[in-house]
């Protein structure tokens, strides 16, 4: 069950490369974002490797890093599907899974996040965290 909200980001793109166009396209796109999860501001930094499946949709695996203004850090892997949106944007629905020490963000060990995520052809990013339980 969808649980509440616990974090909301907004960034830029900062890197895309496509790695493969054998078999289907493959590329692998970086961004920057800052928001707050938990109450907690933050920075992200995030790489994702995205697929188009022959029937047009996508699906992407991502890994990261949130840094809070305090010095809190957690790391994630998240695993996602979606589409390409008119115009070139990307829209993606899926769920990550965090590591933490610092008692800010260590009770994310324990729970699956479910995310939206959103680029926009300009590669402006929305990032919405929910908690599920």
Do not use: C
């Amino acid at each position: 069950m969808l649980g509440e909200q616990i974090g909301e980001e907004k960034g830029k793109v900062t890197a895309r490369r496509v790695l493969s166009i054998d078999g289907g396209t493959k590329v692998e796109v970086s961004f920057q974002s800052s928001g707050k999860l938990l109450g907690v501001e933050h920075q992200s930094t995030v790489t994702y490797t995205a697929a188009v499946r022959p029937d047009g949709s996508v699906y992407g695996e991502a890994q990261g890093l949130v840094a809070g203004k305090s010095g809190e850090r957690a790391t994630f892997k998240a695993q996602g599907v979606g589409k390409i949106l008119d115009g070139g944007g990307v829209s993606y629905r899926g769920a990550q899974y965090f590591y933490s020490d610092p008692p800010k963000f260590s009770g994310l060990n324990r729970i699956a996040v479910v995310f939206e995520y959103e680029a926009d052809a300009e590669g402006n990013t929305k990032t919405k965290l929910f908690e599920w339980k």
